[in-house]
């Protein structure tokens, strides 16, 4: 059996003097990331793939260095562009509900949901068949798992993408194709298919 562990990673620090792709996780976040090994190991994770986001590779790397892993990184497995740039929360909110509406929709330099989800996918494919037999941790995002997520079949709650937390574990049976079998949060927040 092929196992895929899609790890939600830990609270980041956000910085605008830096390129998304280069915000560290938080000292929490680090915290974070240091309690999600000991789980790792439990589920019996023996491959590791990642964005090539920081935040999603330091998620990993507490796990990698005691198990002594190396993580694979593919360019694919990054978050979803939202482009445009949106001065208040309320701007940001609603374009966040919108894109998980509608998968054509994208702002201006962005990414839509479709092209995101198909990418990541794709890339979630090659690391399925680069491990076949192995459980597998891939380091990933929200906003991509949304998607994700969205695609499984499953009564969600509205605004569920909300739902999804830093560290959040996502469980799928990769077999054939990906069967989500169940999630974990560690903040004591509820899963996405609690009541």
């Known amino acids: 059996m092929t196992t895929l562990i899609l790890v939600r990673h830990a609270q980041s620090a956000p910085d605008p003097a830096l390129p998304e792709r280069d915000w560290p996780l938080s000292e929490p976040g680090a915290a974070q990331a240091a309690a999600l090994a000991p789980v790792l190991a439990e589920l019996g994770v023996d491959a590791l793939a990642s964005s090539p986001y920081l935040r999603a590779i330091e998620t990993l790397r507490p796990y990698a260095d005691a198990a002594g892993l190396e993580i694979a990184v593919d360019e694919d497995l990054r978050e979803r562009a939202l482009g445009g740039w949106m001065p208040n929360l309320a701007d940001v909110e609603a374009a966040v509900r919108r894109m998980h509406a509608d998968l054509d929709f994208q702002l201006e330099g962005g990414e ?28 990933s995002h929200g906003g991509v798992l949304g998607h994700l997520i969205s695609r499984q079949g499953a009564q969600l709650p509205e ?16 077999r054939a194709g990906l069967r989500w079998t169940g999630e974990r ?10 009541p």
Request: glycine share 8%.
């Open 112 to 139: 839509s949901g479709r092209a995101c989800v198909a990418r990541f996918e794709a890339a979630l494919a090659r690391v399925v068949a680069a491990n076949p037999g192995r459980t597998i941790a891939v380091g």
């Open 159 to 174: 605004n569920f993408w909300r739902r999804i937390r830093n560290p959040h574990i996502f469980v799928f049976d990769a």
């Open 185 to 194: 949060t560690f903040d004591g927040s509820p899963t996405l298919l609690a």
